[in-house]
């Protein structure tokens, strides 16, 4: 084609330039699976692929399972450049590496006794020494707690603290007075409600702190306070 002494080549497909002497090497070049063909320097192409496709043309889909990256038993799926791990029942984490686990918390007894559990993995029993001692003749106790693991989950089971001495609270009292005064019949006869419930709970309190004591033989037990009540 020409205009004015000048002329414009109307290149055929697959080729370009002003006299149409080159050609495109992406031309009839199939990139499969999405890929996209790029012409190279060296006047070649090359064909970039999608995640999860290799190959000259991009043929070939990666197998993202084929190095076994799950363990424990799991189920891999290869996606389109990643994998997925299908972890049993107990196990967590990318690939399944990790045990379920039951949180770390803290606990409180209804006999006073604190205890902090630190994480723990399923089907495993956990033992804190007491923190006020053993009510046996043992020097040490412990109490104990079992992880266990329910429809794929870590929990926690109660906490047997038979074994260990309780804490009587010591700001519950701040002065008990003439306590080794206070008997039964004063307490069932009062006609003020309020100081018969005061008194019976003072003695549940020394009657559970003498449950608690351990004495040598020939070791007595003294209560003493000043001549008057004051209970927080």
Not at 13 to 23: A, H, N, P, S
Not at 78 to 88: A, E, H, N
Not at 176 to 184: A, G, P, Y
Request: charged share 20%; glycine share 8%; proline share 3%.
């Amino acid at each position: 084609m020409t205009t004015n002494n000048t002329f414009i080549c109307i290149c055929a497909e697959g080729f370009y330039g002003r006299r149409c002497k080159y050609r495109d090497p992406c031309y009839n070049i199939n990139c499969f699976n999405g890929g996209t063909c790029q012409v190279t320097s060296n006047g070649s192409y090359s064909c970039t692929c999608k995640k999860g496709f290799t190959g000259t043309h991009c043929e070939t889909e990666i197998d993202e399972c084929e190095k076994n990256p799950c363990s424990n038993g799991s189920t891999c799926l290869s996606k389109d450049g990643y994998f997925v791990c299908l972890c049993l029942e107990g196990f967590s984490g990318q690939t399944c590496e990790e045990l379920v686990q039951c949180p770390s918390e803290r606990t409180e007894t209804d006999e006073g006794n604190f205890f902090f559990w630190n994480s723990t993995n399923h089907s495993t029993e956990v033992s804190l020494r007491c923190p006020f001692g053993s009510l046996q003749s043992v020097p040490e106790a412990y109490a104990y707690r079992y992880c266990s693991l329910y429809e794929g989950f870590a929990v926690w089971g109660p906490v047997n603290a038979s074994n260990c001495k309780t804490m009587v609270a010591e700001g519950m009292v701040k002065v008990i007075s003439n306590i080794m005064e206070v008997n039964d019949s004063i307490v069932v006869e009062d006609k003020n409600s309020s100081f018969t419930k005061l008194s019976e709970n003072l003695l549940q309190v020394v009657d559970k702190l003498a449950s608690n004591m351990e004495l040598k033989p020939g070791e007595s037990m003294t209560v003493s306070a000043p001549m008057f009540v004051y209970i927080l």
